[in-house]
């Protein structure tokens, strides 16, 4: 039986966010993405997962408590084609949920 693997895309954008990411923080996003990989857009072992009220097929979880928490957005761009776009990498302050998804 073959694995099927969800194909993990990044925007310009994300890809500036994730280098300017302490070098923990970048190890912690490339776990994300393999278990997205893997498993699809429902990341339910990652704290604070959630799907995003109002929002298509986006959901975020937190990367990292404390001060400042890191958090990741991501969407569902194609079900069928399994393709899923990181929307955005960074701290929860500076996170507007309503532009990113």
């Known amino acids: 039986m073959d694995t099927i693997y969800w194909d993990i895309r990044f ?10 990411l302490p070098q923990s923080m970048q190890e912690t996003v490339k776990f994300l993405v393999k278990d ?4 699809g857009p429902m990341a339910r072992t990652w704290p604070n997962f959630g799907k995003l009220q109002g929002r298509n097929d986006c959901y975020h979880c937190h990367l990292r408590k ?15 084609a399994r393709i899923i776009e990181v929307k955005y990498v960074g701290t929860h302050e500076g996170a507007d949920y309503r532009r990113v998804c």
Request: hydrophobic share 40%; charged share 20%.
């Open 36 to 39: 997205l990989q893997l498993g």
């Open 11 to 20: 925007s310009r954008r994300v890809v500036k966010q994730i280098r300017h």
């Open 66 to 80: 404390g001060r400042p928490t890191y958090v990741a957005v991501w969407q569902v761009m194609d079900q069928g």
